[in-house]
């Protein structure tokens, strides 16, 4: 045994790439959507059921708890590195490749919204997804790398048989 694979566990590196290219998408974007826009509101329709937007939220993911403050903010933070420690574990633990990857989109994502939070005292959220008047609450590339990954570790967990776990 490698003494990569004994920090890391045995997919390790995988997760970690994922953790990485979510990373790296996240800020990527936001920094364009940020060069882009120069105000909250401002927008750009793609699709008619897509528009690209810059929402600054100051609660969690998808806009929930947007009340913004330096208290929340920082609650904020630690629950996310408290996640984050917790999927590095679950990551090092993995027994299968699926487990580690999805692991990593999660700390991708939770790095991204808490790098986020530190430098800019809100999140940059800008992917606008609607029909007609109704619009899903705006995200980013960190929000779906969360999502994502905890929805494939759901089901995966739900549904997969003991047996070829």
Known sequence: MSMLTRVLGRFG???LLAVAVILAADQASKAAILGRFAEAGDGVTLLPFFNLVLVWNHGVS???FNQG???GT???IVLALVITAAMAVWMRRAARLI???CAG???GGALGNVIDRLRLGAVVDFLDFHIAAWHWPA???ADSGIVVGMLVLVVDGLFVKPATR
Do not use: H, K, S, Y
């Open 69 to 71: 403050g330096a208290t």
């Open 62 to 64: 998808f806009g929930l």
């Open 74 to 76: 920082a609650l904020l």
């Open 99 to 101: 487990e580690a990857v």
């Open 105 to 107: 989109m999660v700390i």
């Open 139 to 141: 995200f980013n590339v």
């Open 13 to 15: 590196v995988p997760g």
